[in-house]
């Protein structure tokens, strides 16, 4: 009987541990904030000179514009960052959406990119200042080199196992 009751605990025990999480998520997971801090770091630099980026003769930007678009941007980057947390927790539904948002911003950065790099060589930006076409193209490598390996570690067989929706517990005794 003894020895039944132990049996028991045991494979309550089994069955009620906490999953581990592989590393290759909680790389993802950093790679993600990563992201989020990049993203930051990019909505505060066109808040503080978001007049200084603009042609020549061209209105101000309206305070109230730029802080709605900063608002806009700041809240984009923490929900990027709360995506990194719910990946480290096991959220399925947040690896999904990380996958989608992480190709919009692949996407969308390119084409700005693509589009910086044009301008830049054309001398129709020859405008802005000098480092903000640096500056921008640097945040766009950090972009792409977190967004990639983030896509590729959260698509890997172990992290496929950490997402898996646990099985149902067996009913006992009917």
Known sequence: MIHLAAERAYDLMATTAPKLRPS????????????AATATVEVLIKAVFHNDLRPPGAPPVPADAATVGTILGLSIAAGIAALGYRCAKGGRVAR???WIVLGVMLCAGTLASTAIVGGALGGT???LPSWYLVTTATIQAIYLLTAIPTVILLALPASNAYFRKPAPEPVVGR
């Open 24 to 35: 290759t998520v909680t790389i993802a997971s950093y790679l993600i904030y990563a992201n």
């Open 125 to 127: 930006l020859s405008y």
């Open 96 to 98: 999904i959406v990380t």
